[in-house]
């Protein structure tokens, strides 16, 4: 979470060079051409980091950067978001694990988990119980009970209705019932029904709010538990205790990160201003809580492509996180993902380079966590995202290189960012026109995606497709028109024929035909 990943090499939110741009660049991809009539000037002359076979799109939104981030989730699965508790400086932050959204259909997907997970999974701090899914069944209570009761019965006085964990997935392990049970009993609040408010005296009285508040999470209704920490902040607005009022900014905080998940994106960047605001009024200048709201109002801006005022947030954040810790890795990273947008490559470069500084030392520790790897091989995988766009290949293939290496040190082999890696190595030789290495990586990353996703999958036939062009450049024609005929059987089935990828497909295989029946003389 809050650290932004410009994507695969495949995608990108900048557009594509112009000729003048990719001479200053030497952003080409037309040296040692191997042919008499220059057969690839036209369809097959193609830029491999723009070319797509399928429906996806080679160009992303500065939203969907942020929407991928968080679903992506540092490569857990299911994700997870983290959300603020009672104390300032996060020593009770407590997360919530999110089902998985629909398995991904390109290398740029954030999630891998299969559509049916539909439930969020709760991991827990240090002081919360593990609660897992089931059915209760409670009758609504009466006013007079109403400062003191258990959270089913509270959720029914406060929302009516029919019994809020209905719907939800039973899990029907043994004792299980009895856990929740005792649970919602222990769990209580005081409440002010005339004014729709939750009173908090005491860090216990949040946490069983939040526990509440877990209920609608568990089955993804994330406005209904909008709607109860907004019940929670007029509670606290009303209560004028200046003791509490940090926990004003905190609740708009934690509404911001639900928002963020809606892809409400100028609601959350309402609330976090109102988190920074308040924060900074009643915490000290340099507290770590307000680097963390800038930097997620930083996220807001970005995904609303306000990269300038992003940028500035994020240059906020970094002068309150001096100390060399994950947190100012992240904020470095994300201060070089807005620079690359605003197309400043050498800052860009430096603040990576500064976020990698950070990150390598936390991976030399004695324990290697899944986050720090997905962290530092991000910053490398966005700093390979600026060789490309300056048309520095080599460099390129080796951050991106290091990076895979980095992942499949923790994670699966045939896990998403892997996948992604091994894309970007690929790529990376097809510019550098090392088409042998190329075949090499793009052969071995199809075999993967088709034991995971299938062979009909998306993702396998945009490799298969770049397989084929590959194949072509190498004057392998018979491979070449093996792939070409996959991605055409493919799209005949999915896809408009005026739909553009379905033509230029139509074109390649064309030409591929005519080299097989030599009526394009090839050799120099």
Request: aromatic share 6%; net charge negative.
């Amino acid at each position: 979470m809050d650290l932004l990943n410009l994507g695969p090499a495949s995608r990108d939110t900048l557009p594509a060079l112009s000729k003048k741009q990719k001479q200053k660049s030497s952003y080409s991809t037309t040296r040692n051409i191997r042919n008499v009539n220059d057969v690839s000037s036209s369809s097959l002359s193609f830029d491999p980091l723009h070319r797509s076979f399928s429906n996806l799109k080679p160009f992303v939104s500065t939203a969907n950067i942020v929407d991928d981030m968080i679903w992506s989730s540092a490569g857990k699965d299911p994700p997870e978001i983290i959300l603020e508790g009672f104390f300032p400086s996060g020593s009770d932050r407590w997360s919530v694990r999110i089902g998985a959204r629909n398995p991904p259909s390109s290398a740029s997907s954030s999630s891998s988990s299969s559509s049916s997970s539909s439930l969020l999974l709760l991991s827990s701090s240090a002081e919360r119980h593990k609660i897992t899914t089931t059915t209760t069944t409670t009758t609504a209570p009466s006013d007079e009970d109403s400062a003191n009761m258990p959270i089913a019965q509270l959720w029914y006085n406060l929302w009516g209705g029919d019994d809020p964990l209905h719907n939800i997935e039973v899990e029907e392990e043994e004792g299980e019932d009895e856990e929740i049970q005792q649970l919602t009993e222990n769990c209580n609040v005081p409440i002010d029904l005339d004014d729709d408010a939750f009173i908090i005296d005491s860090p216990t009285h949040l946490r069983s709010v939040h526990d509440l508040i877990m209920v609608p999470l568990q089955s993804g209704r994330l406005e209904c538990a909008i709607s109860i920490f907004e019940k929670l902040q007029r509670g606290l607005e009303g209560a004028n205790d200046t003791k509490f009022v940090h926990l004003i900014a905190t609740t708009a905080h934690n509404i911001g990160m639900i928002q963020l998940c809606q892809k409400s994106y100028e609601k959350a960047l309402v609330s976090f201003r109102k988190a920074v605001q308040i924060r900074k009024e009643c915490l000290p200048s340099d507290h770590p809580d307000i680097a963390v709201s800038l930097n997620r109002q930083g996220l807001a801006h970005f995904a609303l492509s306000s990269i300038d005022e992003a940028l500035r947030c994020f240059e906020a954040a970094l002068k309150i996180c001096t100390s060399d810790d994950n947190t100012r890795a992240k904020i470095l990273n994300n201060l070089g993902v807005a620079r690359y947008q605003l197309e400043d490559y050498a800052q860009a470069l430096k603040s990576f380079t500064s976020a990698l500084e950070i990150q390598r030392p936390l991976l030399d520790g004695p324990i290697r966590r899944e986050c720090m790897v997905y962290d530092a091989s991000t910053t490398l995988s966005n700093m390979g995202k600026v060789y490309l766009r300056q048309g520095d290949y080599d460099l390129a293939y080796f951050v991106f290189e290091e990076a895979c290496l980095m992942q499949t040190s923790t994670f699966r082999k045939d896990h998403d960012i892997v996948l992604s890696s091994l894309d970007n190595m690929a790529r990376s030789h097809t510019k550098n026109e090392n088409f042998a290495e190329a075949l090499r990586i793009f052969t071995s990353l199809r075999r993967s995606q088709e034991a995971r996703f299938g062979r009909d999958s998306e993702i396998c036939i945009e490799t298969i497709g770049m397989m084929g062009t590959v194949h072509f450049k190498l004057l392998e024609y018979e491979e070449a028109f093996e792939c070409m005929k996959r991605v055409t059987s493919w799209q005949s089935k999915r896809m408009e024929r005026s739909h553009p990828s379905v033509q230029i497909t139509n074109e390649q295989m064309s030409q591929v035909k005519r080299c097989l029946q030599g009526e394009e003389p090839m050799w120099v």
